[in-house]
Each structure stands twice: as C-alpha cells, then as structure tokens.
C-alpha cells in the first residue's frame, strides 16, 4: 500500500458503547490522500456503526481525501437496508 494511503481495521464490537473510543483512537494524517476503513475484524455492530462509517467517510472528505470501505459485513449491509442507506454504503465500498 502506498505511504499516501492508511488502512484502519477496527477490532471488536461497533456499538454505542464503544463508537466514540474507536472514533478517538483514529487520526489520520492530512498528508494521506485515501482512508481505507477495513471492517473484517469489526462486530458485532449496532446502528452505532452506520455512524461511525458516516463519520469516517465526512473526515475524510473534509481533509480532501478519499475514503473507501473493505470487507463491509452482512450485518452493516442489512443495517444500510433498514435505514435505507444501501446506496451510502455502496458507494464508499470496494
């Protein structure tokens, strides 16, 4: 992966209960130019990690940098469809 991209791989749970930690535990550099967000080791999930992924994805829009999402669960998948965020999701997966 190149130096101008960073991966994140949240461990355990995305819940209400533990979204504002992961959130903090997260800087990125304004020097990357794509946030890759891997979500293979992250669950289970609440609607907390809708927001979280919102979250991730406005950061890096407002540093000016892309944001992609990798390996994005069922669970968020069906989550997206309940709040109708399918196309959200979609769009900032790979």
């Given at each position: 992966?190149?130096?101008?991209?960073?991966?994140?791989?949240?461990?355990?749970?995305?819940?209400?209960a533990t979204v504002k930690?992961?959130?903090?535990?997260?800087?990125?550099?304004?020097?990357?130019?794509?946030?890759?967000?891997?979500?293979?080791?992250?669950?289970?999930?609440?609607?907390?990690?809708?927001?979280?992924?919102?979250?991730?994805?406005?950061?890096?829009?407002?540093?000016?940098?892309?944001?992609?999402?990798?390996?994005?669960?069922?669970?968020?998948?069906?989550?997206?469809?309940?709040?109708?965020?399918q196309e959200f999701i979609?769009?900032?997966?790979?």
């Amino acid at each position: 992966m190149s130096e101008l991209a960073i991966t994140w791989t949240p461990e355990g749970p995305l819940t209400l209960a533990t979204v504002k930690r992961s959130l903090d535990s997260f800087s990125s550099s304004s020097r990357k130019r794509s946030v890759i967000l891997d979500l293979s080791r992250a669950g289970p999930f609440d609607s907390s990690a809708l927001a979280f992924i919102a979250t991730m994805k406005r950061r890096a829009t407002k540093q000016g940098v892309s944001f992609t999402l990798r390996n994005v669960p069922d669970a968020i998948r069906s989550l997206a469809e309940i709040y109708d965020l399918q196309e959200f999701i979609a769009s900032s997966a790979q």
